[in-house]
């Protein structure tokens, strides 16, 4: 099982990014899949996640910025991230947790995700 997270980089304040998490080794019909973010000092907090059947759960901080989005069909999850601020910076990771096919639930605790991908670095700056 592994989880690919990409698409981080340095964008303005204001401006978007689109993270993919790839998953493979396993069906994606089987997890839900949460994006989670860390920055320096800080704890990793759930940002975004995504049940088997594509009930959504976004943190206050991103709710109507950020939209998360499955295509199993590619085994990938992405996150479109828009109107990016400097707070959003940090290290996001994709991780999976083990679910019913048709479950509407996405966990928010990091204790219940099984894998997680490596993390892709988010830095918006001027």
């Known amino acids: 099982v592994q989880l690919q997270a990409s698409g981080g980089g340095l964008v303005q304040p204001g401006g978007s990014l689109r993270l993919s998490c790839a998953a493979s080794?396993?069906?994606?019909?089987?997890?839900?899949i949460g994006w989670f973010r860390q920055a320096p000092g800080k704890e990793r907090e759930a940002v975004s996640c995504i049940s088997s059947t594509a009930g959504t759960y976004y943190a206050d901080s991103v709710k109507g910025r950020f939209t998360i989005s499955r295509d199993n069909a590619k085994g990938t999850v992405y996150l479109q991230m828009n109107t990016l601020k400097p707070e959003d910076t940090a290290v996001y990771y994709c991780?999976?947790?083990?679910?019913?096919?048709?479950?509407?639930?996405?966990?928010?605790?990091?204790?219940?995700?099984?894998?997680w991908g490596q993390g892709t670095l988010v830095t918006v700056s001027s």
């Open positions: 080794g396993f069906s994606l019909d089987d997890y839900a």
């Open positions: 991780a999976a947790a083990s679910a019913n096919p048709s479950s509407n639930y996405a966990p928010v605790q990091k204790t219940s995700y099984d894998y």
